[in-house]
């Protein structure tokens, strides 16, 4: 639980305590960040004890090289390239034989279905979930960093390894493989 | 305006924040309205699924940082030890003693306790340098640079054998974490406080190397 104390420094003054070794900071920092970390480990793995433990491997991890960070308003960013780490590193353990699985191009969506109707569809979250579950990895990753979780493509950017240019790309063609699942599954459902 | 906004500016109507011009022009066009309606749409149905709960996973946590080296998994245990492993025991087990030896020489309750997060914690609130916690300190990022060097040999040893662009990405990240320490080396000067951060960060950077060779260990 937080304390009034640490809840009144700002994040700078938060992240140069934890820096500084101080629990409570850290402490902090883990219950604001480790839900967002979580979900999108989760999103990755899709396994629930794999998520639970990635996010623990991510936060012992971001302690140990929490000096390396000086921009507080980076720090989700950060978690979450440290996140995208541990969960690469998850997938070559588990299933180092198998070839991740490859993107491809996404079709122009046909602009019948309306979007209001995927959002009062009792089936989109089960529609969205399968189509996330089709995107690879990485492009799942840059996808949910930027609508799940808001970062702007610059962090994503720097979180990913990636250019600018790749990020939108990316994002983009993630979007129309998307929607191209749900504007499937509502043609089918109308 | 002219033509149809970006797709980064629809994005930016989503989320509240757009020059009025281009909702003006989002207003008067069906296909940038529809496109925005799926924007928002997909916002919202990512959005709603359900939140994440982590309190459970704050223990395993505190206890792993109490911990100086992290126990081996059965795994790790049935494979031989590679020999920059064996180099980086020695280096930082030496580190790890001298810190100590320091922050029991400057205070005994100096360090975090992660068990109890809500205690008072102690600050590092050092009655000021003496010529013994400096040299301490000394011994301490000593033994740190030793542990950086041999790591930083092993590293480029095994560079050639790695994929190029992740070779690049490591090379970036090692570089920044030592342009970092470089930094706030310099302004410590002899300060106690700066230098016991500037010996997080070789903490930090040695940590670093070591989980580049592990990665690279464990996916050959």
Known sequence: ?190 | MSGHPSLEELEAISLGETPAEVEAHVAGCAECSRELAWLEAERALISRRPKSEVAHLWAGVAKRLEQPEQPLSADQRKRPRPHWARRLVVGAATAASAAAVLLLTMHPKAGPNFSTPDASVAETDFDGPDSKALAALDRAEGDYRHAATVLEAEYAAARNTLDPKLARQWDESLAKARAELGASRAVAAEDVNARMRVLDGYAGYVRLLRNVMEAEEANP
């Open chain 1, 1 to 190: 639980m937080e304390s009034a104390a640490a809840r009144s420094g700002s994040d700078r003054e938060l992240l140069l305590r934890a820096q500084a070794g101080n629990a409570e900071a850290f402490r902090v920092i883990f219950d604001r960040e480790a839900p967002g970390v979580r979900r999108f480990l989760g999103d990755l793995l899709r396994d629930d004890a794999a998520a639970d433990e990635g996010t623990q491997e991510t936060f012992v991890r971001a302690h140990l090289r929490l000096t390396t960070l000086e921009q507080p308003e980076k720090l989700q960013g950060w978690l979450f390239g440290i996140a995208r780490m541990v969960f690469l590193e998850q997938l070559r353990r588990k299933s180092r034989d198998a070839p991740m699985p490859e993107d491809g191009e996404p079709m122009r969506v046909d602009s019948a279905p309306t979007p209001e109707a995927a959002l009062l569809s009792g089936e989109a979250d089960k529609v969205l979930d399968g189509a996330l579950a089709d995107l690879s990895a990485e492009r799942r990753a840059a996808l949910l960093m930027r609508l799940d979780h808001g970062l702007a493509y610059g962090d994503i950017a720097a979180a990913m390894g990636w250019t600018l240019q790749k990020v939108k790309n990316e994002i983009h063609r993630a979007r129309l493989q998307l929607r191209e699942r749900l504007a499937s599954y509502l043609e089918g459902a109308a």
